[in-house]
């Protein structure tokens, strides 16, 4: 047996390829096999998002020319739409290169409302030619315990859609996309259009692009447990962990499976398999043991049979668990690890900018 095909046979995972009653999947039913895995990912982790708006508003709130020395426009937008309670709003910061036309576009979930800020080194991404569109998450919902009374939960009947915060995250990155996709902008190409985040945000990136096939890519950093990262045998964070600390981000049933993992009906790699056959970039740090770098790869070596089936190339690796400094980039999956800790690092930016650049 190969290195890889023994550390996934340890994990004991879940059935990808096979509907419950045991017929196979096929590239003619897959879209079947991807809604019932979106469905389980959203009744036992992730919860339920409500319908898409019918139609998203901007208004442009300040343009700011001649930016980062002439290379790029700074927007102010407003996004606003119609929820079941009225309207809501939420400002986005757009960043375009100067007279630049079919841009890939980047929809950062971010930290802080600041840009450039530590995690957003805004004036590398311009250089690359991309553009930029920066969700401040609190402006969304509240990354903490409010029982759900601010911010987009408050919009909707909490009963109906019991969805967390990830949930909430990532839906904002949709109604952006939504923008985008209305034509009012003029400069991205809209095939390549990609949703990034870190960490908690890089989980909401997978989950924004594995509901919504408008992403073409979905870059997740350090994203670890309930992310990219195999639940099953993983190292650091267990869901008892993030369910305790941060209990905001799920839906109720996921809570349930505090220590109890191995009767999961589902594992992480349902999520990357919900983004195929589009791409994922994964990012992992050698000293982020609390994410699980081994555990990140797995994940992607588990869903890659999904990307030969439809055809694609999926995860192209050596026949080895990674090794500081290793990308992988040759398929629809890409995987890095670099040295040092948890964060989303300028080395990071390069390896999604490049990544884009060959969509
Ligand atoms: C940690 C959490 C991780 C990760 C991280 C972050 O405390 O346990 O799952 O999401 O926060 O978002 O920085």
Redesign the pocket.
Known sequence: MSVISEELFKRNLPELFYFDDGSPVTPENWEARRAQLLEILSSEEYGFAPPSPEKVNVTVERHEDGQYAGKACVNSLRLSFETDRGEFSFPVMEIVPTGKKNCPTFVVLN?RADVPDKYLPAEEIIDYGCAILRIYYNDIAYDGEDDFSGGIAAMYDRGKYNWGKLRMWAFAASRVMDYLQSGTADYPDLSRIVVAG??????AALIAAAFDTRFALACAN??????DALTRGKKG?RVG??VK??PFWFCEKYKSYSGRETEMPFDQHFLLAAVAPRRVALGAALEDE??DPDSQYLSACAVSGVWDMLGRKGFITPDRLPLPGDCFSAGCIKYHLRRGR?FLSREDWQHYCTYILEL
């Open positions: 930290f870190h960490s908690r945000l890089g989980k350090d994203s670890g447990c309930s992310g964070e962990d993030i600390t941060f609390w994410a948890h």
